[in-house]
């Protein structure tokens, strides 16, 4: 069971995590808790460091962040002992998790899940520390925002659990995000693939790295509400009654910065320096795009999360320098995006999505497309009005919502006669 910070905001909320591990464990299961800092203590702790230093190294920050989330498993255990649970709290250290020591954004390499077996046989609750994980020679890493969610697929899969349920603020996973567009609706399943992307497009409910691990160890990922008791959503394996839906649902990222790099050289090998560059500083790219080259020279661009921006730039004028060629960077940039395994068989989701976006004008900058996906480079002060707009063209709300207006509004048509 994971629990997310709003789901451990408070002293409260901590005792009411305990209570539904002690109700499963007394239901004949072993449980691990994975618990993330408690409420905003991790945007606390960046904001702190920035205080400090506008550029904070990124070994220097792992060490700080990885704090909050040490505070929650020994509150989590103190909460459980005191309600008669025997409990024990680890740190990533404690138990192997470890990574490679790619700061901030590390990557799970092992677990040594023995610890944990023993403790559990012993017939406690173990909780262990979300986010975190430990290099082989000893240095504290973290696994990217959000990374308390790959912390508990990578538990279950290393235990070979039953059941791995992520406990949030909200009833389950939804058509898109519920806090921008009031009308979506919530989802009883997902695919791994639909909901892979939906990850790595913003939909931030999970980390993607968590669905990517969920999918490829066959972990059942429950997703549910910590303030009541209502089944969540699942995220299974396709099923072929799943392609019978087009669109499953929309997402927005927001935060996107592009690089452009005009005057390249059109020879072979030149794109591979540019990339190799940019992955050799760990810098993870979204989308990329090269133009037809005119008179020997092309058009290379590229976007990626603005906190990234400062490093790209830096690679980016030293290549410009050897190359000649000139860059240009552009900050205030989002993503909308469609997702359905069902695009594999329909067609014309493109052509509605591009005609719902011109009828509101807005402007569409780049376009990308996968097998199941269809996403627009837009302004960023359009991002939340985009999402609303795509979020209606492909009624995801469903007929509820609109029946629901138009009952309100026969109802207000009535009064007003
Ligand atoms: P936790 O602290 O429990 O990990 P997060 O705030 O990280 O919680 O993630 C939950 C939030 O994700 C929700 O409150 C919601 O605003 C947002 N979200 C974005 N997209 C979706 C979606 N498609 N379905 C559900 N929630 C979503
Ligand atoms: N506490 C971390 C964060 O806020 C990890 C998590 O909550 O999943 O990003
Ligand atoms: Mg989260």
Redesign the pocket.
């Known amino acids: 069971m994971k629990f ?2 709003t789901s451990v905001a408070d002293a409260e909320k901590i005792r009411a995590a305990a209570r539904r591990a002690i109700r499963a464990q007394k239901q004949g299961r072993q449980v691990v808790m994975v618990v ?2 408690m409420g ?4 606390r702790l960046v904001d702190l460091a920035k205080q400090i230093s506008p550029a904070p190294s990124h070994r220097e920050m792992d060490q700080l ?1 990885s704090t ?2 040490q505070v929650t498993i020994s509150l989590m255990a103190m909460a459980l002992e005191e309600m008669g649970a025997p409990a024990i709290s680890f740190t990533a250290g404690q138990i192997g998790m470890v990574t490679d020591d790619a700061h901030t954004k590390a990557r799970l390499k092992s677990i040594a899940a023995e610890k944990i077996h023993k403790e559990l046989d012993a017939g406690k609750i173990v909780i262990v520390a ?2 975190q994980g430990v290099t082989e020679s000893g240095a504290i890493t ?8 790959v912390t508990l697929v990578a538990v279950a899969a290393a235990l070979k659990a039953d059941l791995c349920e992520n406990f949030t603020d909200v009833d389950g996973i939804f058509t898109t995000d519920p806090r921008i567009v009031p009308t979506a609706r919530k989802l009883d399943t997902i695919s791994y693939d639909e909901m892979l992307e939906l990850a790595s497009l913003g939909a931030n409910v999970l ?1 993607n790295r968590a669905v990517e691990f969920a999918k490829k160890y066959n972990v059942p990922l429950h997703v549910r509400n910590s303030n009541n008791n209502k089944k969540g959503t699942l995220i299974v394996h396709e099923t072929e009654s799943m392609e019978r839906i087009v669109v499953r649902g929309a997402a927005l990222k927001e935060g996107l910065a592009r690089v452009t790099l005009n005057n390249v050289p059109d020879h072979p090998g030149v794109v591979a320096r540019i990339f190799h560059q940019v992955a050799g500083k760990n810098v993870v790219v979204d989308d990329i795009i090269q133009t037809i080259a005119q008179n020997g020279e092309a058009t290379v661009s590229f976007t990626v999360e603005i906190a990234e921006l400062p490093e790209c730039r830096q690679i980016v004028e030293n290549l410009c320098g050897e190359m000649k060629c000139s860059a240009r960077y552009e900050e205030h940039l989002a993503k909308v995006s469609v997702v359905g395994v069902g695009m594999r068989t329909h067609t014309g989701v493109a052509e509605k999505m591009f005609a719902s976006l011109a009828a509101e004008k807005i402007n569409i900058q780049n376009i990308t497309t996968s097998e199941i996906k269809i996403s627009c480079l837009i302004d960023r002060t359009q991002g939340k009005k985009a999402l609303r707009v795509v979020h209606d063209a492909f009624n995801l709300g469903g007929k509820k919502t609109v029946k629901k207006k138009t009952a309100k509004k026969k109802a207000k048509k009535k009064a007003n006669q």
């Open positions: 997310g910070g993330s800092a905003k203590e991790t945007d962040l909050g989330e979300g986010f973290t696994l990217g925002r959000g990374g308390s969610n980390h």
